[in-house]
């Protein structure tokens, strides 16, 4: 890919695991270009319904309960993701799923998924393509399911995966 393409690494977390029945309750975005970060989005969303999943993210009702809502922010997320290239460690089935079921307009930007490039590039290397397992495997700050950790770490392995010919 040129060289000059804007890529928008993202992580969202959930009340659950469905969009039609669960939430978005947080979203980090990086955007990088050139290799160089260059702007990053971050919100926490208030969701429709109670969050019970508290353990998995380390959010709280409480933490979101003068948060915009999902719907308030999407005009803007849409533009800051503009043309850009979605990266994500299961971005096709999980993130993008959950965007675009609740966003006015459906992105149609390109992505990179990165749990599909660590099939491809390291196969059998590891028992899994668990995001933990892959930076495990690369020596990489592993994820905590916060969506900014979990950025950080997705974009490291992006950059290692990359690398391997």
Do not use: W
């Amino acid at each position: 890919m040129p060289k000059d393409t804007t890529y928008c690494i993202l992580d969202i977390e959930t009340t659950g695991f469905e969009p039609e029945d669960s939430d978005i309750v947080e979203l980090f975005v990086l955007k990088v270009k050139c290799d160089s970060i260059t702007d990053e989005f971050y919100s926490l969303f208030k969701p429709k319904h109670n969050i019970n999943n508290s353990e998995i993210h380390g959010i709280t009702n409480s933490m979101v309960r003068n948060s915009p809502t999902f719907e308030e922010k999407g005009h803007e997320i849409i533009k800051f993701l503009n043309n850009s290239v979605l990266i994500g460690h299961n971005i096709n089935n999980f993130d993008l799923k959950f965007l675009n079921y609740n966003l006015e307009n459906k992105l149609i930007n390109k992505t990179i998924d990165t749990l599909l490039l660590s099939r491809s590039k390291l196969q059998n290397k590891v028992p899994n393509h668990k995001l933990k397992t892959i930076a495990e495997y690369f020596d990489i700050t592993p994820p905590t399911h916060s969506a900014r950790d979990d950025v950080m770490t997705t974009f490291g392995i992006y950059k290692k995966l990359i690398s391997i010919q």
